[in-house]
């Protein structure tokens, strides 16, 4: 089958994220602006093309004055890199519906490689009739690698923020016209 593309529906998809806060609890985010470009055969999605982009201005972890020093020079440092890139280089079968998607992630002018894990949900015509189609994927990312490095320390030994943050992706795409 040829490649079809696919608009990503944002209503229906979430970006989330998690990290070690204060070496004993998890302090859990969403970005709420992101978008794909995909172009996929949902039959053979090791053939697909992805480009996902994240607005890292719009960060929100309920609380307004952490996200403001999230946007800071100290983290994301969005008047200079307002944006997350990440553009699939590789995507391998594990079976069943999983992939392993290898790709360049650009954050903080940095461009590193980065493998997620992501699963099929499978695909479906909504009562409008429209072809969608779902995925999840989950992946490791060390913030430090990225220049991501502010932290203070705790007198009680260790660091306030961790290094290593999980991200979560719910996503459904709509087949584009």
Do not use: C
Not at 131 to 150: H, I
Not at 160 to 172: F, M, N, P, S, W
């Amino acid at each position: 089958m040829a490649k079809t593309k696919w608009a990503l529906d944002q209503t229906h998809s979430a970006v989330d994220f998690s990290i070690k806060h204060m070496m004993i609890a998890n302090v859990k985010g969403s970005f709420k602006k992101f978008d794909a470009v995909i172009e996929a055969d949902t039959a053979d999605l090791t053939t697909a093309t992805i480009e996902f982009t994240v607005d890292l201005a719009s960060i929100d972890t309920r609380n307004e004055d952490r996200d403001n020093h999230l946007r800071s020079a100290d983290f994301f440092d969005v008047e200079n890199h307002p944006v997350l890139t990440f553009k699939a280089t590789n995507i391998i079968s594990e079976g069943d519906g999983d992939y392993l998607i290898t790709g360049d992630l650009t954050l903080n002018g940095i461009t590193k490689s980065e493998t997620l894990n992501a699963t099929y949900e499978g695909s479906g015509k909504d009562p409008w009739g429209n072809e969608k189609a779902g995925f999840s994927v989950e992946g490791v990312l060390k913030r430090s690698e990225y220049g991501l490095t502010w932290n203070t320390a705790l007198e009680t030994g260790g660091v306030l923020v961790g290094d290593k943050v999980k991200i979560q992706l719910e996503l459904q795409a709509a087949k584009a016209e």
